[in-house]
């Protein structure tokens, strides 16, 4: 299992992260600190990748805006989020947007539609990436050791943990959303 995470295990992280990569640098930072990978090329391959998708759905939605509002029909709570946290934080919200599960894939969306400024998001963009990737990154690397010490010798048992914590916050999330 080790050399298959060593073999495939950024190659995952990049596709992961092309659309979130929450959980998937926080098992990236968790791996590493067991050496199965390197945290630096962890957080720079999560972030590039996140970073790219989320510029990715920004020119979608600004190319084609009837297919990004067919898209986005489904997520009528979702959306009106969105435009909430758009109208209270500005700009901001393009940082805020990398922690908040649920509406992360959304902003870029939502904010494609508008008429904010492409050059200016892509740069917000990637300072949010770059300060996202380090703190998500650094932070599981260094819970890696409580996280891991949980699991005893089994490490997956530890990463299994973490899984079901996030989707304990997910359905939370979901819950204060309703």
């Known amino acids: 299992m080790e050399q298959f995470i060593q073999d495939w295990g950024y190659i995952a992280l990049f596709l992961y992260s092309f659309g979130g990569g929450y959980v998937g640098l926080i098992f990236a930072g968790v791996l590493s600190y067991s050496g199965d990978l390197n945290i630096y090329i962890s957080i720079l391959v999560a972030g590039v ?63 494609g539609l508008t008429k904010y400024s492409s050059i200016k998001f892509s740069i917000l963009n990637a300072f949010a990436t770059v300060l996202w990737a380090c703190i998500v990154g650094y ?17 997956y048992v530890g990463l299994a943990i973490v899984l079901v914590m996030f989707l304990l916050l997910s359905y939370v999330f979901k819950k204060i959303e309703k």
Not at 89 to 97: E, K
Not at 139 to 155: C, V
């Open 139 to 155: 932070l599981s690397f260094t819970a890696g050791e409580y996280i891991l010490s949980l699991g005893d010798d089994f490490k």
């Open 49 to 111: 990748s996140n970073f790219l998708g989320d510029q990715f759905l920004f020119f979608l939605a600004r190319k084609n805006k009837n297919y990004a509002k067919d898209m986005m029909k489904k997520y009528g709570r979702k959306i009106a989020l969105a435009h909430i946290m758009m109208r209270k934080y500005g700009s901001f919200v393009v940082f805020i947007q990398k922690y908040i599960y649920g509406i992360k894939t959304l902003i870029p969306l939502a904010m």
